[in-house]
């Protein structure tokens, strides 16, 4: 007889799980070109942040249209609550990269009249 954890392990589909590796690439990459962008673009304060947001906000809304076809729970254990998650990696990644970026933009711009 099946008990209850062996019906809801019935219920994850192996290739689905692989694919949420893809998922997790894809707001990783997001929140790189965000950053970059934000430290490029010289933003401050929440001005970055507001722009890490949209970045969020627009990679879930284009998961969401194209790869889940509106339908995330069955894609996804956590449904639209998991997609729209940036996630605490890619927070940090995001700030990283932007202090990277801005300080790089500054250090070109040294010595300029």
């Known amino acids: 007889m099946a008990t209850t954890t062996d019906n809801a392990a019935q219920l994850i589909f192996a290739p ?3 694919h949420n590796q893809a998922l997790t690439s894809v707001k990783f990459l997001s929140s790189c070109f965000a950053g970059a962008v934000a430290g490029i673009l010289g933003l401050e304060n ?5 722009l890490f947001i949209a970045s ?3 990679t879930s809304f284009i998961i969401y249209a194209i790869n889940c076809r509106g339908k995330p729970a069955k894609y996804l254990p956590g449904g639209l609550g998991e997609l729209v998650n940036p996630g605490q990696d890619n927070i940090f ?3 990283l990269v932007w202090t990277l970026f801005y300080e790089v933009e ?3 711009h040294i010595g300029e009249p």
């Not at 929440?46 to 507001?50: I, K, R, T, V």
């Open 16 to 18: 689905n799980v692989l």
């Open 46 to 50: 929440w001005l970055g942040f507001a």
């Open 56 to 58: 969020i906000v627009s």
């Open 93 to 95: 990644t995001f700030i």
């Open 106 to 108: 500054l250090a070109s």
